[in-house]
């Protein structure tokens, strides 16, 4: 059984937060490791968290300071926090996984159907 399913997306005013969290099924949580991806109309698919084994983290520039992902290993649920959002911020997230920490759209095997954050 390989899935998973994001929730906690929704509308927020610019300057708000959301916390995204990700279902990760056994399959998945056992061999790969976890990634946040976001796309807006019109743009590319854009690698924006990824976590590994060890709680490393990698983040793409535009987030830092602002977004923060997380595991919780016990529960296989992946997380995004996200604070002090903007216009720019607003897109469909994905969670994703892959055989390393990437944000490469490519490197990733697995993807949940996304979960929306609109930021007004």
């Known amino acids: 059984h390989v899935q998973l399913v994001e929730s906690g997306g929704g509308s927020v005013q610019a300057g708000g937060s959301l916390r995204l969290s990700c279902e990760v099924s056994e399959t998945i949580a056992r061999r790969y490791y976890m990634a946040w991806f976001r796309q807006a109309p019109g743009n590319e698919r854009e690698g924006v968290a990824c976590?590994?084994?060890?709680?490393?983290?990698s983040y793409v520039d535009s987030v830092k300071g602002r977004f923060t992902v997380s595991e919780d290993t016990a529960k296989n649920i992946l997380c995004l926090q996200m604070n002090n959002l903007t216009s720019e911020d607003a897109a469909t997230y994905f969670c994703?996984?892959?055989?390393?920490?990437?944000?490469?759209?490519?490197?990733?095997?697995?993807w949940g159907r996304g979960t929306q954050v609109t930021v007004s």
């Open positions: 994703a996984a892959a055989y390393t920490c990437t944000l490469k759209e490519s490197h990733n095997q697995y």
């Open positions: 976590i590994d084994n060890t709680g490393t983290t």
